[in-house]
């Protein structure tokens, strides 16, 4: 049974710092692709980065870019998201997902989420 469970969210203020974790387990860690994801209250769960399999290759939406970095340890089974210099519209539930031999900023791609962190960043 695959897991992700995500931690390390909570309140911050505007230009702050959190550091995010999923752990992952029942999944062959190093052929899945690992992403996070956020759905900001009223509106639809978005890109934020992902980590590829294989090559290691990272990409980041363009909002985040320069601000956030994703870092994957396939020998713990974590991935993580550093937010540096945090705004208010960061401000969502994070998710953490997986994708099997696929690298990829659609939803549709990820067969496994974990079950959110909240992100709340006061202005």
């Known amino acids: 049974q695959v897991q992700l469970v995500e931690s390390g969210g909570g309140l911050v203020q505007a230009g702050g710092s959190l550091r995010l974790s999923c752990a992952a387990s029942?999944?062959?860690?190093?052929?899945?692709?690992m992403a996070w994801f956020r759905r900001a209250p009223w509106k639809e769960r978005e890109f934020v980065a992902f980590f590829s399999w294989g090559g290691g290759s990272t990409y980041y939406a363009d909002s985040v870019k320069g601000r956030f970095t994703i870092s994957r340890d396939n020998a713990k089974n974590t991935v993580d998201l550093q937010m540096n210099s945090l705004k208010p519209e960061d401000t969502a539930v994070y998710y953490c997902?997986?994708?099997?031999?696929?690298?990829?900023?659609?939803?549709?791609?990820?067969?496994?989420w974990g079950q959110g962190t909240q992100v709340t960043v006061s202005s």
């Open positions: 997902a997986a994708a099997r031999n696929s690298a990829s900023i659609s939803t549709a791609a990820y067969g496994y």
């Open positions: 029942g999944l062959t860690f190093r052929r899945y692709t």
